[in-house]
C-alpha cells in the first residue's frame, strides 16, 4: 500500500504586486495588480510505507507548500492526494494522530520550558496513556542522546541540541509518516550527522516512513534511497539516488601533483583546467567525450606525477546540473512560443 | 492504532474525558509558561497600579467639583471599583490577535494547524493559561490600591457573581479577539482591525467612563453592542450585585457569546480553506 499517493497536486495563490517607492503603494492601493503565483503545478508521485524519498528543490520551488498540502493545512486549488489513506485536508485532526512534522526552524517545543514538559504535553495531546508516554519519552532521550537534555529550558541549549529534541517530539506519538521540512538549516556537520543517523535508526527499527525535504543534498545522500527534484512547481526528475548519480557523474574531477614546479600551462583537447598551483593543478573533462586512460596519459607525458585522484562530482552538483539544464529548456520554450 | 482503539471500548466518554484532559494540559502548560516573564508581570502590575491613580485623582477631583456624592447613582466608591476589574480584565488579555497573525506570519501556524485538537481550542486554552495568573495579580494589586484610599468593595455578593460574569466577559472578547486575528488568514496585518477594537472597547465597553454616565442613547446604544459585555458587564455585576441586573446583563452574555462563538466557528472554516502560509 502506498503511504503518499499524489495525484496532479496543483497549488496557485494571488499574490499583490507593488511597484517600488510611494507612488507604487498607492497605485496598489487604488489599482491593486494581482499576479497568479503557480506555486505548485499538477505533480504526481507516489510513496511507500517505510519508504525514505528526498524532496529536493531550490528555494521557492514548492516543496514546502507540497508538504502542508499533504498535511492538510493547505487546501490545494487542483489535484488528489491520499495520506495514509486519508484526504489530508478534509480529514486534518484524524491524519494528525498518524503523522509527525519538523518545519526547519520554527520551533514546536515551549521555548522557556524544559524540552520534557513538551513531550508530556504532546503525550496528552495525542491521547497516549502516562505510562506509554514515559515508556516512549525514554526511548527517544536514548535514541537521541538527548537524556540529559531534557530537564533544561529550551532556550538554554545550542542549536544541534535543540533540533534533536524538536525531532524527538515528532516522534512521541509513534506517526507511521514523518515529514521532516528542512530539518539541518544552520545545523553544523556534526550535528547533521547526529539528526541524519537517529533519522535513519528509527525508519530501520520501526518502519517510520520518511519524506524529507531540503537543499542540502548531503542529507539526501545520506538518508534517501529516492529522489523527487522539483522546479519551478514541477517534478523535473523522479529516480533513485544510485541512478540519478550513475547518470550524471560522468563529469570527473581529477587533482595531480608533480614532482616539481609547473613552468608551462597544461593544455588538453576536452579538458578544463580549474586551478593551477605551483606542483599541481585541478582539471575537470566529461568521461563520455574525453576516455579517462587519454587524460591521464596525457597528464604522465607532462611531468613525473607523485599523486592523481580522480572524483565524482559532489551529488550537489549533480543536482546542479538538473537545475540548469531544466532552466535552458524552459528559456528555450519561452523564446519557442515568442 | 492501539491507543485508540482502546479509548473507543471505553465508550465516548472516556474519549471525551481525554479531549478535556488535553486542552486542560494545554492551559496548564501555558499558565506555567506565564512564570517565566516576571518581568512582563511586573510591567502590567505598575501600569495597572499607574493607570488606577490616575482614575483615583481623575473622579476625586470631579465628584468634588460636582458637590455630589452620587453620579447617576454611583458614589466615588463605587465608581473605582467599577474601573478597577474594567481596566483588570483589560490588562489581563491575551494578545490574541496578534499572536494568530504573527503564527501565520512566522508560519508556525503550520504546526498549530497539524495536531489532533481543535485550532480555536488550543488558542482558548492557551489564552485562558495566559490571562488567569495576570488577572489574579491585577486584581490584587488595583483592589489593594483602591480598599487602601476608599475602602472595601461595595458589596461581598459581587465576588462570586463577578467569577461568573468575567468567564463569560473573557469568552465574548476571545471571540472577537480570535475573529480579528483569523483576519490573518486572508490579510497578514491586522494591526489595524487590532486598534479599532481596542478602542471601542474602551469607549463603548465603558472602561474610559462607566457607561453609567453616558447619556440615555449613547448607553443604550453601547449596550446593544457586544463590546460592553466584555468589561461593562462584569464590572457593573460586581459593585451592584442585585439579582435583576446581574441575571439581565447576564443573559445577554450568554446571548452574545453564542452568537459570536457560531459566527467565529464560520469565520475559521472559511478562514482554513484561504489560508496561504508563508516560508513556503
Not at chain 1, 528526498?54 to 486549488?77: E, R, V, W
Not at chain 2, 502548560?29 to 516573564?37: H, S, V
Request: charged share 20%.
Amino acid at each position: 500500500m502506498a503511504a503518499i499517493s499524489v495525484h496532479r497536486l496543483a497549488k496557485s495563490f494571488e499574490a499583490r504586486q507593488k511597484a517600488a517607492g510611494m507612488r507604487g503603494s498607492l497605485r496598489a492601493l487604488v489599482r491593486p495588480v494581482k499576479r497568479l503565483v503557480e506555486a505548485v503545478r499538477e505533480i504526481s508521485f507516489e510513496m511507500d510505507q517505510a519508504e525514505l524519498l528526498g524532496f529536493i528543490g531550490p528555494n521557492g520551488a514548492g516543496k514546502s507548500t507540497t508538504i502542508k498540502m499533504l498535511t492538510g493545512i493547505l487546501h490545494p486549488t487542483s489535484g488528489h492526494a491520499s495520506v495514509l489513506d486519508f484526504v489530508p485536508w478534509k480529514q486534518r485532526q484524524k491524519l494528525a494522530f498518524h503523522i509527525g512534522t519538523v518545519f526547519g526552524q520554527r520551533p514546536q517545543l515551549w521555548y522557556h520550558l524544559p524540552a520534557v514538559d513538551t513531550f508530556l504535553l504532546f503525550g496528552k495531546i495525542y491521547e497516549m496513556d502516562d505510562r506509554e508516554t514515559e515508556r516512549r519519552i525514554a526511548f527517544l532521550a536514548e535514541a537521541f542522546e538527548i537524556q540529559h537534555l531534557l530537564e533544561t529550558p529550551v532556550r538554554k541549549l545550542s542549536l544541534g541540541q535543540r533540533m534533536r529534541c524538536e525531532v524527538a517530539a515528532s516522534l512521541l506519538h509513534k506517526p507511521r509518516l514523518l515529514l521532516l521540512d528542512e530539518p539541518s538549516i544552520g545545523l553544523d556537520v556534526v550535528a547533521k550527522q547526529r539528526i541524519r543517523d537517529t533519522v535513519r535508526r528509527m525508519n530501520d527499527e520501526e518502519g517510520v516512513g520518511i519524506l524529507l525535504t531540503s537543499h542540502d543534498a548531503g542529507d539526501i545522500e545520506a538518508l534517501c534511497k529516492r529522489v523527487i527534484i522539483i522546479n519551478h512547481g514541477q517534478i523535473i526528475y523522479q529516480d533513485r539516488v544510485s541512478a540519478l548519480k550513475r547518470q550524471y557523474l560522468t563529469t570527473k574531477q581529477v587533482d595531480v601533483r608533480y614532482d616539481r614546479e609547473i613552468e608551462t600551462a597544461f593544455t588538453f583537447p576536452g579538458v578544463q583546467v580549474l586551478k593551477t598551483g605551483r606542483y599541481g593543478m585541478k582539471l575537470r573533462f566529461d568521461s563520455r567525450r574525453t576516455s579517462v586512460e587519454r587524460v591521464i596519459s596525457g597528464l604522465a607525458e607532462f611531468g613525473n606525477l607523485v599523486d592523481v585522484t580522480i572524483s565524482d562530482p559532489s551529488l550537489e552538483r549533480v543536482i546542479r546540473t538538473i537545475y540548469e539544464a531544466d532552466e535552458t529548456r524552459r528559456k528555450g520554450e519561452r523564446n519557442g512560443h515568442a | 492504532m492501539p491507543s485508540m482503539g482502546a479509548s473507543s471500548t471505553i465508550g465516548l466518554s472516556g474519549s471525551r474525558l481525554k479531549a478535556l484532559d488535553k486542552y486542560f494540559s494545554i492551559f496548564k502548560i501555558q499558565l506555567i509558561n506565564a512564570f517565566a516573564y516576571p518581568a512582563d508581570l511586573f510591567s502590567r502590575v505598575f501600569s495597572m497600579l499607574i493607570f488606577m491613580w490616575v482614575f483615583l485623582q481623575l473622579w476625586t477631583v470631579t465628584y468634588a467639583a460636582m458637590g455630589q456624592t452620587q453620579i447617576d447613582g454611583l458614589t466615588l466608591r463605587d465608581t473605582l471599583w467599577y474601573l478597577m476589574i474594567a481596566e483588570m480584565v483589560l490588562l489581563s488579555k491575551p494578545r490574541l490577535a496578534r499572536t494568530i497573525a504573527e503564527n501565520v506570519k512566522d508560519g508556525t501556524v503550520a504546526y498549530l494547524l497539524n495536531r489532533p485538537y481543535h485550532f480555536l481550542l488550543y488558542q482558548l486554552s492557551v489564552g485562558l493559561g495566559d490571562s488567569l495568573l495576570r488577572m489574579v495579580v491585577n486584581a490584587a494589586a488595583g483592589g489593594a490600591l483602591i480598599w487602601l484610599m476608599l475602602g472595601p468593595p461595595p458589596n461581598w455578593l459581587g465576588v462570586p457573581l463577578v467569577v461568573i460574569a468575567l468567564l463569560f466577559a473573557w469568552c465574548i472578547d476571545f471571540c472577537l479577539n480570535a475573529m480579528i486575528g483569523l483576519l490573518a488568514f486572508l490579510t497578514e496585518d491586522v494591526s489595524a482591525f487590532e486598534w479599532i477594537y481596542s478602542k471601542l472597547v474602551l469607549i463603548l465597553g465603558g472602561v474610559l467612563i462607566p457607561l453609567d454616565f453616558f447619556p440615555d442613547w449613547l448607553r443604550d446604544f453601547a449596550l446593544s453592542l457586544p463590546f460592553a459585555y466584555t468589561t461593562y458587564a462584569p464590572a457593573r455585576i460586581f459593585i451592584d450585585p442585585a439579582w435583576s441586573d446581574f441575571s439581565g446583563l447576564l443573559l445577554r452574555q450568554v446571548a452574545w457569546l453564542v452568537a459570536l462563538s457560531i459566527l467565529l466557528g464560520l469565520f475559521f472554516q472559511l478562514g482554513v480553506r484561504r489560508l496561504n502560509v508563508n516560508g513556503g
